[in-house]
């Protein structure tokens, strides 16, 4: 199950790597427009690498396969709330990542990932 969660996080990552270049050429982040935009992809791209650093400690068996799905579920949903609500998604990914927090929080190989999650969600 995860080998497939990981072919679709390439898919998403190559698309989302293909919008930020295209973004990147001519950045207006003075608009408020433009800073949603811009925060928006920063956390497509975190929540991305997040996604892969679990999958990796779950394919080296450092973490438990059950709580790996459980992240990656959530960043998956994380990615489509991205997608799908460019304006409220903090809001809904902050009540998700809660939940799982304290699980990440217990997983000394998560630790560094934890600030990182956090400040994506603090306007």
């Given at each position: 199950?995860?080998?497939?969660q990981?072919?679709?996080?390439?898919?998403?990552?190559?698309?989302?790597i293909a919008?930020?270049a295209?973004c990147?050429?001519?950045?207006?982040i003075?608009?408020?427009?433009?800073?949603?935009?811009?925060?928006?992809?920063?956390?497509?791209?975190?929540?991305?690498?997040f996604q892969?650093?679990?999958?990796s400690?779950?394919?080296?068996?450092?973490?438990?396969?059950?709580?790996?799905r459980?992240?990656?579920?959530?960043?998956v949903?994380?990615?489509?709330t991205?997608?799908t609500?460019?304006?409220?998604?903090?809001?809904?990914?902050?009540?998700?990542w809660?939940s799982?927090?304290?699980?990440a929080?217990k997983?000394?190989?998560?630790?560094?990932?934890?600030p990182?999650?956090?400040?994506?969600?603090?306007?």
């Amino acid at each position: 199950m995860i080998t497939r969660q990981k072919h679709k996080l390439v898919a998403i990552l190559a698309i989302t790597i293909a919008l930020g270049a295209a973004c990147a050429k001519n950045p207006n982040i003075q608009t408020p427009e433009g800073k949603r935009a811009a925060t928006a992809l920063e956390a497509t791209q975190r929540i991305g690498e997040f996604q892969n650093f679990v999958i990796s400690l779950s394919d080296a068996k450092k973490i438990p396969v059950d709580t790996a799905r459980v992240i990656v579920r959530w960043c998956v949903e994380s990615l489509k709330t991205l997608e799908t609500a460019p304006i409220g998604w903090r809001a809904t990914l902050d009540k998700a990542w809660a939940s799982i927090r304290a699980e990440a929080s217990k997983l000394p190989d998560l630790a560094t990932w934890i600030p990182v999650i956090d400040s994506l969600l603090t306007p």
